[in-house]
Each structure stands twice: as structure tokens, then as C-alpha cells.
């Protein structure tokens, strides 16, 4: 075993052990409870502590250490935390550290060893998810807020709700790899609790920062790259929120601190904000920024009309001082002026009730978008879907956009997609669908001042109907049978108890007209038996219900022939006499043309025509000028209802 260098020193707790750098400051928790769990610095913390921190308001950084408390919860690695539950130890071990060091935790989280096992714990289950987060941050509010590193114990909060102080928002880091500071208040408990008492919340993401800020974490200056990487931040925020009880509709603010601008450094942040808003977006929450007014600000105010661009929902921006609250020299009063801004206009420590603390206080205007449509659902015919839905009840209604895509994927933003709808109605229909394809549609609403919620979505199964016949080509009077398959074009399973209707058209015909519907069985099938009176095309069809839509089979041509006896009496002649072949056709073609053949090698020769007469008799007098033995048939060549067919050769015998 390697010995303990000069440089390292081991902590212990509650019989675990781990080595660290001995420059590490070891803070324990139980001695001093207030004591702030900063991870923007060295250090190893020692318990857990939910009384009220006595942490700066602002903090944004990491760098690496330890956390080591009781085994109270179970282990659950995240954004730059790395935990272990040392179940024999009764420990759960938190390596903290920077983007990209990772490896660095894992060595300190090796290092740990277990001395005794006097408080060993079994690790409790994961806490359960809220089942459907309803907690929208924020909702209508022109009042002030604030926010802290890390959240405030329960009995601060109740000490600051207003009207013991002004405030009525609060801040909270929900997510992001470069928060500074521990929270051990921030749990769905906390948030609902809160909720409940009036308060309304301020969501912050603290993830990469601008390629030429002074922080080491930092978005690539590459803005395609920019652009992927804010939308895996927007991935992980709303992960985050929603564990917390934030529903759609809520804003989440990605902190881009303070940075010296330049065109490269501003193109890949208004980049990585134009991911994060669209990815947040297209999960139903609002895109924010928190920026320093005269550098986030002044870049995303230069870039407000661009298109190269999405340009944040919402924007708080940090201008201490400025006056009058809400507005900022480097802002245009005229941009985010919907309802869009949070400003940060000091930081101050202030006492409510008896509790203190470190704070950086903000004046909101904002308003929530609007809530979604209801009932959303598309019922389904051959190329097109009815499209209903409900739009709740005081809406301020500007229109409901529906768009929307092939497959299972909804479109993700209301400029996304296929325009399918755009209007103040309830109902809508999707034509020019293709035959075998799903989509996907979403709706949003789009209330009177401009806003748009999030979108609601429904999903139309496309189907695929085949079709095959028993005999290309029948008799007059014979049947065909026509078979088949109604499936899903998503999965391939069979489409069981719905009706499939088979479809027809004469040879020569423009209209399909309806043969018969059929219900189809548990394997998706149909079959009918069909006897056409003339060459006819056939098809079938499903016509759709809720969630399918319709298709329709290829066209498949069954050939009818009609009918042609042939009878040669006497079969023997002698030379001088004469034979009759005659016969009929079925159905009659009176007046058409009848052509006797007979037979020379391999080839036919025309020998004279004769016509049909009205009920399709045929008839002509055979006297060949040699002896021999003769071969004869007669012919009749297909119109446009049927199919040319001749009578059987007939021998007759000359002597």
C-alpha cells in the first residue's frame, strides 16, 4: 500500500476514511451548521446541514472536494457530483468537481476506505419522482424576488414571505455543472411547501460559459457546436425541474456570466442560447438568459431582429444601480417588452423576520404563456385526419397553430413542420396525407399578447392495405376472390375488427364505385368472392378511425373473357362436300366481327370473318379444295369490357 504523502491528509467519518490534498480545508458541519458548502472551493464538508447557510447571494464556479454525510438518501450522480453509498460505513460520499475532471473525483473516491462498521446503513430507496409536475415558475408577477446561492431553510422562507418582506419570487440553481453551492433545502417537499405559501420561483441553470470568459468551463467556440451543447443543457434543466415539481410553461434562465465580447465569442453564445431555447421550447418551458447587461446584454440586444438567431424567451439581466428599475442603457426598452424581464439591480444583505441574509435582489415583470389545448386527437380517413381540440376556458385567444411531421416525432417549434392550421376554430383537417405514413401534430396556442404555450401533440398511425387475386383472368360467369391485409405502417401488427371495404371500376370506367365492406378478422384480413361482368379493376381500402389513418391497396386488373363454344359437325367430309363450324359467344356482342382461322405449321392464317349475331351465334361453311387433315378455330379479339378469346380446334378430315 502506498504510504500518505506529505502533501495528503486523511479525514475520517463515522468510521470511513478518504485522503486528500492536505491544503483541503475540512469544515464540519455539525460545529458550525450555517457554515456555507461552497463548490467553488477545495474543501471537505463534514454532515449535513439544512439550517439556513450563511452563503455570498452570487456564486458561480467549481473546482473539487468532498462532501461526507449520514446515508439518509440514496447515492445519485449529477451534474459534476459524483456520490457513493458507503453502506458499511452508513456514509454517503460526494466528490464534487469541475467539467472535465472527473477523473480527479474518482482518485478521491478510490482513496476511501472503511474502519469500522459500527454505523453501517442499508442505502434508502431513490425517492420517488412527482408523479406530474404543476408548478409553473413563474406565473403572472410585477414584484420584486431574490436569489441566493443556495436555497434558504424552510424557516427563512417563512420568515421573508411577504409582507414581512418585500419579496415574493426567490431564485433557486436547480441544475448546471458549474453550481456553486450545495442544496440541501432544494427537494419537491421544499418547492411545494413554498408554492403553497405564495411564493413563485426563478429557475437557474449555471452550465458552460462564453469561450472568452474567465471561467474554465466554457461553451466551444465553434457555434454548431455551441448551438448542440446548449440544447444538451436544456435536456438536463427540464430533467431537473421536472424532479422538482416545475411544469411546462415554466421559464428556466441559463447564467452566462459576465465575458469580454468579441464577434467570435458573441456568435458562439447567442449560439449556445439559440439551442437552449429551442430545446426548451420544444418541451414545453420558456428560454431564459441571465447575462450581465453590458455583455450578454449588449450582444443579444444586437442580434434581436437577426433570424440567424432564436432569440431568448425571456431575459434577467444583472445592471446594479440602474434606474428606473427594469430597464437597462444597454437594453432597448422596446426588446422583451411582452411581460420578458427580470432585473437584477442589487446585491444587499437584508434581515426579515429575524433571518439575514446574503442576497442579489430583482424586479419581475413577467407573465406565463399561455396553457395548452386540451383533448388534442386526429381521427383518420384515406389522405387526410380530422383534427379536434379545446381550448380552455378564459384563454385569451389568438389563434391555434397546428402543424406537423412524419413519424413519431411532433415538430418542435411552431415554425417547424408542415402548416397544417391556423385560426380561432376547434376543429381543423389535415389533407394530402401519403398512403402508409404516420404523423405526428401539435398545437399550440398563441394568446393576445403574443405569447405561445406549449404544445400539445397526437399521433396518427399510418396503415398499409394489400391486396391479391385468385386468377388474373376468368371465364364470363366465373368468380375471383380478392384477399387482404390491413396493417400498421409503424409496427406491422395486424389492424383486427375494422371495416375494409373493396372497391371497383369497369376496364374502361374513371369512377370507383363500392363492392362490399368486410370486416376484417383478428390477422388483419379481408376476402370477398367476386363474379365481374366485364374486365374490372379492383382495389382495397380501410378508411381510417381515431389514431389510423386510411390507405388504400394497389389496383389490380382481373381480366374477363367471354365464353366461346365451338362445334364442327360433320368432323369428316369427302373432297367437294362441306362442314359447318359454329358456336356462340357469351356475352352476345351482336354485330361484332368473328374471325375463322385455320392452322398452317406453327401459324395461324385468317381464312374469312363472319358477324355475331343477336343472341352471339356464329357460324361458317368450311369446303377445302384438297384432301387432308385441317385444323380450324374461331376468334374473337378483346373490346374494351373484355378480354379476345377463341373456341377449341377443331379437326375435320377431307377424303
Wanted: glycine letters at 10%.
Amino acid at each position: 500500500m502506498a504510504a500518505q504523502g506529505a502533501d495528503e491528509q486523511t479525514v475520517s467519518y463515522r468510521g470511513y476514511e478518504v485522503t486528500v490534498p492536505a491544503s483541503w480545508e475540512v469544515v464540519d458541519l455539525a460545529k458550525d451548521p450555517k457554515a456555507c458548502v461552497r463548490f467553488d472551493k477545495p474543501a471537505v464538508y463534514l454532515g449535513r446541514s439544512t439550517a439556513n447557510a450563511d452563503c455570498p447571494a452570487h456564486l458561480v464556479g467549481r473546482s473539487e472536494g468532498v462532501i461526507l454525510e449520514p446515508l439518509t438518501r440514496a447515492a445519485k450522480s449529477g451534474d459534476g457530483e459524483l456520490q457513493v453509498a458507503v453502506k458499511d460505513a452508513g456514509v454517503l460520499a460526494t466528490a464534487y468537481y469541475a467539467p472535465g475532471a472527473e477523473q480527479v473525483a474518482a482518485k478521491i473516491m478510490k482513496s476511501g476506505k472503511v474502519k469500522s462498521k459500527a454505523q453501517a446503513l442499508q442505502e434508502p430507496r431513490q425517492a420517488q419522482a412527482v408523479a406530474t409536475p404543476t408548478i409553473v415558475a413563474t406565473g403572472s408577477i410585477g414584484a420584486p424576488g431574490f436569489d441566493t446561492c443556495t436555497a434558504p431553510s424552510q424557516s427563512a422562507m417563512d420568515a421573508w414571505k411577504y409582507p414581512s418582506s418585500i419579496y415574493r419570487a426567490v431564485g433557486i440553481y436547480i441544475s448546471g455543472g458549474l453550481r456553486a453551492c450545495d442544496q440541501p433545502n432544494l427537494t419537491p417537499e421544499w418547492v411545494a411547501a413554498n408554492a403553497a405559501k405564495g411564493w413563485q420561483f426563478l429557475l437557474i441553470d449555471v452550465g458552460l460559459q462564453a469561450p472568452c470568459s474567465t471561467l474554465s468551463s466554457k461553451m466551444s467556440a465553434v457555434p454548431a457546436t455551441a448551438l448542440a451543447q446548449g440544447k444538451a443543457a436544456a435536456v438536463n434543466a427540464v430533467a431537473s425541474a421536472q424532479a422538482l415539481g416545475f411544469a411546462p410553461r415554466s421559464a428556466i434562465y441559463s447564467d452566462i456570466e459576465n465575458y469580454a465580447s468579441t464577434a467570435s465569442c458573441k456568435a458562439a453564445v447567442l449560439s449556445y442560447l439559440s439551442g437552449w431555447t429551442q430545446e426548451l421550447n420544444a418541451r414545453g418551458y420558456v428560454g431564459g438568459t441571465y447575462v450581465g447587461a453590458g455583455s450578454g446584454g449588449v450582444d443579444l440586444s444586437s442580434a434581436y431582429t437577426s433570424t440567424a438567431y432564436t432569440r431568448p424567451d425571456n431575459i434577467w439581466f444583472a445592471h446594479w444601480g440602474s434606474t428606473p428599475v427594469g430597464t437597462s442603457r444597454f437594453i432597448p426598452s422596446t426588446y422583451w417588452p411582452n411581460h420578458q424581464r427580470v432585473h437584477q439591480y442589487a446585491n444587499v444583505k437584508e434581515t426579515y423576520g429575524g433571518v439575514t441574509m446574503s442576497i442579489d435582489s430583482n424586479a419581475l415583470n413577467l407573465t406565463a404563456p399561455p396553457v395548452p389545448v386540451t383533448g388534442f386527437d386526429a381521427n383518420g380517413s384515406n389522405t387526410a385526419a380530422a383534427l379536434r381540440w379545446t381550448v380552455p376556458t378564459g384563454t385569451k385567444l389568438a389563434q391555434v397553430i397546428v402543424r406537423r411531421n412524419t413519424g413519431a416525432t411532433p415538430p418542435p417549434l411552431p415554425t417547424s413542420g408542415t402548416a397544417v392550421y391556423a385560426g380561432t376554430a376547434s376543429t381543423a383537417t389535415a389533407a394530402g396525407l401519403l398512403n402508409g405514413t404516420s404523423y405526428t401534430f401539435r398545437a399550440w396556442i398563441k394568446d393576445t399578447t403574443g405569447k405561445i404555450g406549449p404544445g400539445s401533440d397526437t399521433y396518427l398511425a399510418g396503415t398499409k392495405s394489400t391486396i391479391a387475386a385468385s386468377a388474373s383472368s376468368i371465364m364470363y360467369t366465373g368468380g375471383v376472390t380478392l384477399s387482404s391485409r390491413a396493417t400498421r405502417a409503424d409496427t406491422g401488427a395486424a389492424v383486427p375488427g375494422v371495416p375494409m371495404t373493396l372497391y371497383s371500376k369497369a376496364k374502361n370506367a374513371t369512377k370507383w364505385t363500392t363492392v362490399t365492406t368486410v370486416t376484417s378478422s383478428a390477422t388483419g384480413d379481408a376476402t370477398s368472392l367476386q363474379k365481374p361482368p366485364v374486365s374490372t379493376y379492383y382495389m382495397w381500402g380501410y378508411n381510417g378511425s381515431p389514431d389510423l389513418l386510411g390507405s388504400r391497396s394497389t389496383a389490380v386488373l382481373v381480366e374477363v373473357r367471354p365464353a366461346m363454344s365451338g362445334y364442327l359437325t360433320p368432323a369428316a367430309i369427302r373432297l367437294g362436300a362441306s362442314s359447318v363450324l359454329y358456336g356462340y359467344l357469351n356475352p352476345p356482342h351482336a354485330g361484332m366481327t368473328a374471325y375463322l382461322q385455320r392452322r398452317s405449321g406453327t401459324t395461324w392464317v385468317a381464312v374469312t370473318t363472319g358477324k355475331l349475331a343477336t343472341n352471339g351465334k356464329f357460324a361458317f361453311a368450311i369446303k377445302p379444295a384438297t384432301r387432308g387433315i385441317f385444323t380450324y378455330r374461331v376468334v374473337w379479339l378483346a373490346d374494351a369490357d373484355h378480354q379476345g378469346t377463341q373456341t377449341p380446334s377443331k379437326v375435320l378430315t377431307v377424303s
